[in-house]
């Protein structure tokens, strides 16, 4: 439902450029979807996962388990990371820990044998590895997660091929920085895998432009209703300048799915090559701009 009250269909033969932009262009920037038409595909049982490595060997861990991801990049899909082991400021690495949550679109003997590597480098505690064969539906109830908890703020950068040693050291000593708050930070460095399938297609073919990259790198911080404005402030103080110290690491490119208000040339940064044509597309459909917000896609400019 556009602006002007008028309805339409986007597909690949009708409004082609609406249907070009409304993927991957963000939500609420064109219009009101009331309906989506999907192309089914057949799906088999699945193998998930969820294992938590007991503090040590952090850099190691998180380098094999990157290594698994991109040798496996239709078949897998992890998301990564490391967390400490209780709230509280400045976790020493002893309270760090390797976390992989995850799906194999396999069986679960197969799955095992591509964690050999990994299981050499440290055997995960046996009370948190759960790997479970199961159908794909209940597999992705599995999947669902409910984190963060409480109140929230992030960053995201996409990562071309892997977070290397010196990257992730850097992501350590910033989790060692950690001002400290009443919540266990669980979420203070994960890449999401987005390789795989996402590479079959150019950069502009749909208005997802992040084709080239593997990996969404995040950083987070929460805070819970019994910490005091110097606390978030401190919070926020860190979040800055831990994303400004992983730069160098990462492209210069944001999810728009992670808004992040304080983030400068935002439009660049999450739609690339592709803002052009998404202002253009926006001036069409939506030319008195009524669908306009923070972060909402610019106009054409005269």
């Known amino acids: 439902m556009l602006a002007n009250g008028k309805k339409v269909t986007a597909s690949a033969t009708q409004f082609d450029d609406l249907f070009w932009a409304v993927r991957g262009g963000g939500g609420g920037n064109f219009g009101v979807h009331t309906s989506f038409t999907f192309k089914l595909i057949d799906v088999s049982d699945v ?28 078949t897998i899909s992890t998301r990564t990371k490391v967390r400490p082991t209780q709230a509280g400021a400045k976790p020493e690495r002893s309270q760090l820990v390797v976390e992989t949550l995850g799906l194999y679109w396999g069986k679960e003997k197969q799955l095992r044998e591509i964690l050999a590597d990994t299981f050499k480098i440290q055997q995960p505690d046996p009370a948190s590895t759960d790997i479970y064969e199961m159908a794909y539906w209940r597999a992705r109830d599995y999947l669902l997660t409910d984190d963060p908890v409480g109140m929230y703020d992030l960053k995201s950068s996409y990562v071309e091929k892997s977070l290397g040693g010196d990257a992730l050291e850097a992501m350590l000593y910033w989790m060692t920085q950690w001002p400290g708050g009443s919540l266990r930070q669980d979420n203070m460095g994960i890449l999401f895998a987005i390789g795989g399938a996402v590479k079959d297609k150019q950069s502009d ?36 300048k831990y994303y400004n110290a992983m730069q160098k690491y990462v492209q210069p490119e944001s999810y728009v799915n992670f808004p992040n208000r304080e983030l400068t040339d935002w439009a660049q940064k999450y ?20 669908f306009k917000f923070l972060q909402s896609i610019p106009l054409k400019k005269p």
């Open 205 to 240: 073919e749909t208005a997802y432009v992040h084709r080239n990259s593997n990996y969404i790198f995040e950083m987070e911080m929460a805070w819970g209703p019994i910490d005091g404005r110097h606390v978030v402030e401190a919070q926020s103080d860190w979040l800055n």
């Open 271 to 290: 739609y690339g090559s592709n803002l052009t044509r998404l202002s253009e597309v926006k001036s069409t459909y939506d030319p008195d701009n009524a």
């Open 47 to 74: 193998t998930t996962f969820n294992i938590v490595w007991p503090p040590g060997k952090q850099v190691e861990l998180m380098t094999s388990l990157q290594k698994m991801q991109l040798d496996n990049p239709k």
